[in-house]
């Protein structure tokens, strides 16, 4: 919450799924997330002992992850404030991130949520070819039902199969 006071229109990140996949998955310790948005996921990482590494392009969240990082005495975590697409990610087991809705929370100037809808979905194969690089076994996402099908389209057009999916409200 920290690093949510300098940003408005958030939404609070429920990491109970994901820590639920971390438990199932105990074969998943590293995971990177594009999309890392204010801390949630590598909180939910660092209380389950995998490693993570996460970016974001919104350069306001710098200073609340260092925080983070070194006030709670964080080991085997990162965080860079960078363009997910182009960034070069570590090898991992899985991804885990909560993409923006399009347009609809904004956080930055410079975020894909300023995108129209065609550069949006260009956007997201972008990163999804590029985090795919990682040789990550899973891909988890969290979204709502307005982009999943933005979201997971490009998720199996990389490869990756869809085995499951659990409504969320929005």
């Not at 929370?105 to 129209?116: D, K, R």
Request: hydrophobic share 40%.
């Amino acid at each position: 919450l920290r690093i949510s006071i300098f940003v408005r229109s958030y939404s609070r990140y429920d990491a109970n799924a994901m820590c639920d996949f971390l438990t199932k998955h105990i074969d998943v310790k590293s995971v990177i997330d594009p999309c890392a948005g204010w801390g949630e996921r590598m909180l939910a990482c660092a209380t389950h002992g995998v490693s993570y590494s996460g970016v974001d392009i919104n350069d306001a969240l710098c200073v609340g992850y260092a925080d983070m990082i070194e006030e709670l005495n964080l080991k085997n975590v990162s965080f860079e404030c960078a363009a997910a697409e182009d960034y070069v990610f570590d090898k991992a087991d899985a991804v885990i991130t909560c993409p923006p809705y399009g347009g609809i929370e904004v956080y930055s100037e410079n975020g894909a949520e300023n995108l129209t809808l065609h550069d949006f979905r260009n956007w997201w194969i972008s990163v999804v070819n590029n985090v795919s690089k990682s040789g990550c076994k899973y891909f988890c996402i969290t979204t709502n039902q307005a982009f999943k099908y933005i979201f997971s389209d490009a998720i199996v057009d990389a490869g990756f199969d869809l085995v499951a999916s659990v409504s969320i409200g929005r």
